[in-house]
């Protein structure tokens, strides 16, 4: 080892290598871009801004992103360099505020319009489209007719994304080129295969769904006797089941429904399609629509993914 050392010190070996008397040695070779599979989530999708973050403050480039749903929208503000505006907009948020931004529609395909959300993403990105990007995006939603995955990756991208996040039931769905999409979260929670199809050679998943249901058990369970809610006891009356769970309501009933499909559906799309490395932030006890949680939810993912930097920059290295 020493002889080699010396040996490669010699000039005459330096300059047949194109390196001059004193020049310094060559630059280790760059590290692999990741690509990165945003998933679906609602009110906890706001952890991947604190995932972007870390990955910035740590100097790993991100060379591609698919997302998702709500990870369709930060993904898209992030490469539009709209990241700081959205993060601010999400901070923001109170119970109020998000009140006041829906738009109720009872007589249309979704309690919310959305067109007040649209709004305010029209403000700061009116006009930006895929083309206008400098790393590839993939905006994956459904369609509602066929049940067809769709990637969008070129054209508008307020569009795409106002599309990739349209839950079925509370906002409607939008009409792109003939077909009426939904959220991509039916069909492809985590995007893993979007960035496999773009031969992306370090995939990183960031799963927001992962310590939801833990195994999800099957139970051998009596069903009992029946309880409808409209033979609760009145005052001084006694019955030997009252019910303990709080009321979900229609939406409720609509957002926790969609949720179990999310998590069952990643599930089998992971198993299937791996990635080559998954953070997941617990995110749990953050409910889907506590959108003024925003604060919490940035803070958990950038935990998890500075608590895997190390792991990450390996991976980088070998697949460099």
């Not at 070779?29 to 801004?49: V, Y």
């Not at 995932?51 to 539009?80: H, N, Q």
Request: aromatic share 6%; proline share 5%; charged share 20%.
């Amino acid at each position: 080892m020493l002889e080699w050392a010396s040996f490669a010190s010699r000039s005459d070996v330096r300059e047949a290598n194109g390196l001059s008397e004193g020049a310094a040695d060559p630059k280790p070779p760059k590290k692999t871009g990741i690509s990165l599979a945003l998933g679906g989530g609602c009110a906890r999708g706001w952890a991947h801004i604190g995932v972007l973050r870390a990955l910035d403050e740590a100097g790993i480039e991100v060379s591609m992103i698919a997302g998702t749903s709500i990870g369709a929208l930060v993904g898209g503000c992030y490469l539009s360099g709209k990241l700081d505006e959205l993060e601010e907009f999400a901070r923001s948020l109170t119970k109020r505020r998000i009140f006041g931004l829906l738009d109720l529609n009872l007589r249309g395909s979704g309690l919310f319009g959305g067109m007040k959300l649209d709004a305010r993403l029209r403000e700061h990105m009116t006009g930006i489209r895929f083309e206008d990007l400098p790393k590839p995006f993939v905006a994956v939603a459904s369609e509602i007719r066929t049940g067809h995955e769709i990637w969008l990756s070129n054209g508008s991208l307020i569009t795409a994304m106002r599309a990739s996040y349209a839950l079925p039931g509370v906002f409607e769905p939008v009409t792109c080129n003939g077909r009426v999409l939904v959220d991509g979260a039916l069909v492809n929670p985590v995007p893993v295969s979007v960035c496999r199809a773009y031969e992306q050679p370090l995939v990183v998943a960031v799963n927001l769904h992962y310590d939801l249901f833990g195994r999800a058990a099957v139970i051998k369970h009596s069903a009992g006797e029946l309880f409808v809610e409209s033979d609760a006891p009145r005052a001084g009356q006694f019955t030997s089941q009252p019910p303990h769970q709080t009321r979900l309501g229609i939406t409720g009933v609509m957002v926790e429904a969609f949720n179990i499909i999310q998590d069952r559906i990643s599930r089998a799309r992971l198993a299937g399609d791996p990635p080559d490395m998954s953070l997941q932030p617990k995110l749990s006890h953050i409910g889907l629509t506590e959108f003024h949680r925003a604060d919490e939810a940035i803070r958990l993912g950038y935990q998890a993914t500075m608590s895997q930097i190390g792991e990450l920059t390996r991976l980088q290295s070998v697949l460099a």
